[in-house]
Nanobody, 124 residues
Framework: VQLQASGGGLVQAGGSLRLSCEAS????????MGWFRQAPGKEREFVAA????????YYADSVKGRFTISRGNAKNTVILNMNSLKPEDTAVYYC??????????????????WGQGTQVTVSS
C-alpha cells in the first residue's frame, strides 16, 4: 500500500489547512489510519486516528477541538482538517495505515505503511 500525503504549506497563526492522504488501494477504506507529526529535534508524535470499522476518532490533547480526522469522499482517502493553527503545530505531518484491526491506534508501531510526509509551517 502506498500513501500519498498532500496539503501542507505555510499559514499564519489562527489559520487553517486541510491535509489529505490517499491510499493506493480501495480497500484502504476499511483500514485504521492515523496522522503523526515530527517537529525539528523532536520525536514523532501522535496527532489523530480513525478506526477501521465505525469511524471512531481519537485525538492528541494538544489538537483536540482544533483538528478533525475523517474519511474522504473517495473512500481510500483520509482528511485532517486543522483549524486555529498555532506555531507549535509546525512539523512534518505523516499519514499511516494499518492493514488489519477494527479500532483506532495511537502508537506509531501499530501501523504498517507510512506516507512521505508533508510540511506544515505556522508563522506567529
Amino acid at each position: 500500500v502506498q500513501l500519498q500525503a498532500s496539503g501542507g504549506g505555510l499559514v499564519q497563526a489562527g489559520g487553517s489547512l486541510r491535509l489529505s492522504c490517499e491510499a493506493s488501494k480501495r480497500t484502504a477504506s476499511s483500514y485504521p489510519m492515523g496522522w503523526f507529526r515530527q517537529a525539528p529535534g523532536k520525536e514523532r508524535e501522535f496527532v489523530a486516528a480513525i478506526s477501521g470499522s465505525d469511524r471512531t476518532t481519537y485525538y492528541a490533547d494538544s489538537v483536540k477541538g482544533r483538528f478533525t480526522i475523517s474519511r474522504g469522499n473517495a473512500k481510500n482517502t483520509v482528511i485532517l482538517n486543522m483549524n486555529s493553527l498555532k506555531p507549535e503545530d509546525t512539523a512534518v505531518y505523516y499519514c499511516a495505515a494499518r492493514i488489519s484491526g477494527r479500532y483506532y491506534y495511537i502508537q506509531a508501531e501499530s501501523y504498517d505503511y507510512w506516507g512521505q510526509g508533508t510540511q506544515v509551517t505556522v508563522s506567529s
